[in-house]
């Protein structure tokens, strides 16, 4: 049977299966008063995990989780990431996890949730053109400072993994990973052997017309949807996945969030672990 919870960094306990908020439109109006509404929706079904970023919408995003969240119930982790900013002259997009641009961000990010330390906070991306010692470093000191409790990183390697943990501990790792998409899987065997959360982005993905049928045909042997079954793959694939699927739909926040309910057979589960060859993995 699939464990309903897991301990984030050995102590902090979150349900399995979490919402990830990058979807909920932010600007002024109906959408944004519908965005609040799935969010509280989420909270309503059981939901402990959320993820939100500094990237989403600059902060906008944040803001929108404490508008509808805050003051927020015992035992709910709202996770953020830092290290991705805006330039100031073209506008645009790009890495930068620089000291001074990570604790400006933990500062920002710390206002907009509205609250005096983040749980877990992890490194959007590892900035090539800045040392990781200095990246890990600060956010090594702002822990210490009470500001961060746990620090994770996304979309890394297991060499990356490797050279991180030796300057801090990591406590959940973040990359793309779902049913079709295996490129990740040695990073995902990494976090398990040293019991790191691992939170899949694009945990639903499209694949071939094959595998959607495969997956079709196990949905209806289940009586469920093709992307109940793709989550609740993941949930029995390794213990310490948990998944974070996003949506602006309170329909398909309820569908998502039954995939929990799922019991796949061994069989069914084997069919499953089969549609993708796994070629290339990203070890480096």
Known sequence: MTQPTFRIGGDLAVGRLGFGAMRLPTEPGPDREAAVGVARRAVELGVTLIDTAHMYGWGANEELLAEALHPYPDGLLITTKVGVARSESTGEWGLDARPAVLRAQVDLALRRLRVDRIELLQLHRIDPETPLADQLGTLRELRAEGKVGRIGLSEVTVSELGRSREIVDIASVQNRYNLLDREYEPVLAACE??????????????????????????????????????????????????PIPGTASTAHLEENLAAVHLEPTPAQLARLDGLVEQGERRVD
């Open 193 to 242: 052997a040293a019991g790191i959360a691992f939170l899949p982005w694009r945990p639903v993905a499209a694949g071939d017309f094959g595998a959607r049928d495969e997956v079709a045909a196990v949905a209806a042997e289940l009586d469920a949807t093709p992307t109940q079954v793709s989550l609740a793959w993941l949930l029995a694939h390794s213990p310490v996945i948990l």
